[in-house]
Nanobody
Framework: QVQLVESGGGLVQAGGSLRLSCAASGRTFTIYDMGWFRQAPGKEREFVAA????????YYADSVKGRFTISRDNAKNTVYLEMKSLKTEDTAVYHCAAKANRGFVRPIVAATESYPYWGQGTQVTVSS
């Protein structure tokens, strides 16, 4: 198993930037593909971005493409989400998630049910 802890959330004005981190502990980090999801009040959890175990492949939701960047540092067992040009609609609790590194294709990595391991989340609030 792997344990995930997110950090870096906060309150930021529209147009600003934040970098989220997700630290993993437990089993070897490189056996996992990693994803970021978010959940706004009253809405379902939605896919944001995913990165393969090697960092060589990524996917993004259309709503964040060009503004958010996912990356990972396997030496530090950490995955990041760099968020720029933030909008009020980006306000949500952001969760990182881990899945076994097999099947890195969009339909799989964008589905919440593909990920057995989840962090508790970090709140991102974007004010106008």
């Amino acid at each position: 198993q792997v344990q995930l802890v997110e950090s870096g959330g906060g309150l930021v004005q529209a147009g600003g930037s934040l970098r989220l981190s997700c630290a993993a502990s437990g089993r070897t980090f490189t056996i996992y593909d990693m994803g970021w999801f978010r959940q706004a009040p009253g809405k379902e959890r939605e896919f944001v971005a995913a990165i393969s175990w090697s960092g060589g492949s990524t996917y993004y939701a259309d709503s964040v493409k060009g503004r958010f960047t996912i990356s990972r540092d396997n030496a530090k067992n950490t995955v990041y989400l760099e968020m720029k040009s933030l909008k009020t609609e980006d306000t949500a609790v952001y969760h990182c998630a881990a899945k076994a590194n097999r099947g890195f294709v969009r339909p799989i990595v964008a589905a919440t049910e593909s990920y057995p391991y989840w962090g508790q989340g970090t709140q991102v609030t974007v004010s106008s």
